[in-house]
């Protein structure tokens, strides 16, 4: 069984540019979040995508966008990117289904805004 | 805003059982308890999650009191590894999303 998986470990970025962070959900699960975790901070939920739509939002402004395409991987871009941008982007998979919905993450997007 | 209060940070022999605490004193009927950790810099790993009845699983056991308004993780037999924050959350079983408070920094000593 595959984990999840997200691309690139690292990545840096100067401010007002774009950037798009990938995720491989894991064998099997059709869901897919996304969290944003600054230094020192627990994750914060930004979206989540369910059968390529979006399936609920937190407090995170239109640049931040996603896709999900049919074998349920799924792309996070950010536009205009910001100083306060810089964090560790974490992807989750799960199953939609009652009683299984547990996310398993990946190991995470360092993104340095500069 | 996270339902959840734990202590900031715990110190643990290795060796010795880690009992992280958790308040949840306005948790409802249909709210699990998730536990989740996070070593540095790495995703959160699942660890254990309940309802009311009391877990275990190869990790950790989930001890949750009658009233559910607590709950202990319980690391049986710590190891330098189990070093990591540790988040705990309450949430329905199905289709709402995981709130983080900031968690409780364990450190297991040699």
């Known amino acids: 069984e595959t984990g999840v998986t997200q691309s690139p470990t690292h990545l840096i970025k100067t401010r007002g540019q774009q950037v798009t962070l990938r995720c491989s959900s894991q064998s099997g699960h059709n869901t897919v979040s996304w969290y944003q975790q600054a230094l020192g901070q627990g994750p914060q939920f930004i979206f989540q995508?369910?059968?390529?739509?979006?399936?609920g939002r937190g407090n995170f402004p239109p640049r931040f966008s996603g896709l999900q395409f049919p074998n349920y991987s799924s792309e996070l871009n950010v536009n205009a990117l910001e100083l306060d941008d810089s964090a560790l982007y974490l992807c989750?998979?799960?199953?939609?289904?009652?009683?299984?919905?547990?996310?398993?993450f990946g190991p995470g997007t360092r993104l340095t805004v500069l | 805003d996270a339902k959840t209060t734990q202590p900031t940070s715990m110190d643990c022999a290795e060796g010795r059982a880690a009992n992280l605490p958790c308040n949840h004193s306005?948790?409802?009927?249909?709210?699990?308890v998730y536990w989740y950790r996070q070593i540095h810099s790495q995703g959160p790993q699942y660890i254990i999650h309940g309802l009311k009845n009391n877990e275990t699983n190869e990790m950790a056991s989930l001890i949750i009191t009658e009233d559910r308004k607590s709950s202990t993780l319980i690391l049986p037999h710590a190891t330098l590894r189990d070093t990591a924050v540790y988040y705990c959350i309450v949430r329905v079983i199905y289709g709402q999303n995981f709130v983080f408070g900031p968690g409780t920094r364990l450190s297991v000593l040699p």
């Open positions: 989750a998979s799960s199953l939609d289904f009652p009683g299984t919905d547990t996310q398993y």
């Open positions: 306005t948790i409802s009927g249909n709210e699990y």
């Open positions: 995508y369910y059968r390529e739509e979006e399936n």
